[in-house]
């Protein structure tokens, strides 16, 4: 599966983007995936994901703002970014894990997705 991710750009604080995760191949519904963000000079960090099967989970600091979706039909993860903040300036990438133990679950470990995109830009001017 190849993903592409896009929407990145630059917005002013209190703006909002919408990600999306686009992927070929026929697993990509049968996957999870999250959405990651690293920022210059910090570790890459898991901002939000999504089960096979819609559960989702976000990191504590974007509950509220961000939503995670996606479209199987068309083999797209989207994120929703609102109100957004100078510190969630980072590249984003997207990423696929294996559906294991089960379609609910959704993987919260780096290490568990093995699959990844090349990243998007999101600037966020004060």
């Known amino acids: 599966v190849q993903l592409q991710a896009s929407g990145g750009g630059l917005v002013q604080t209190g703006g909002s983007l919408r990600l999306s995760c686009a992927a070929s191949?026929?697993?990509?519904?049968?996957?999870?995936v999250g959405w990651f963000r690293q920022a210059p000079g910090k570790q890459r960090e898991l901002a939000a994901a999504?089960?096979?099967?819609?559960?989702?989970r976000y990191a504590d600091f974007v509950k509220g703002r961000f939503t995670i979706s996606r479209d199987n039909a068309k083999n797209t993860v989207y994120l929703e970014m609102n109100s957004l903040e100078p510190e969630d300036t980072a590249v984003y990438y997207c990423?696929?894990?294996?559906?294991?133990?089960?379609?609910?679950?959704?993987?919260?470990?780096?290490?568990?997705?093995?699959?990844w995109g090349q990243g998007t830009q999101v600037t966020v001017s004060s």
């Open positions: 999504i089960s096979s099967v819609g559960s989702t």
């Open positions: 191949g026929s697993s990509f519904s049968i996957r999870a």
């Open positions: 990423a696929t894990a294996p559906s294991y133990p089960g379609p609910w679950y959704i993987p919260w470990r780096r290490d568990e997705y093995d699959n």
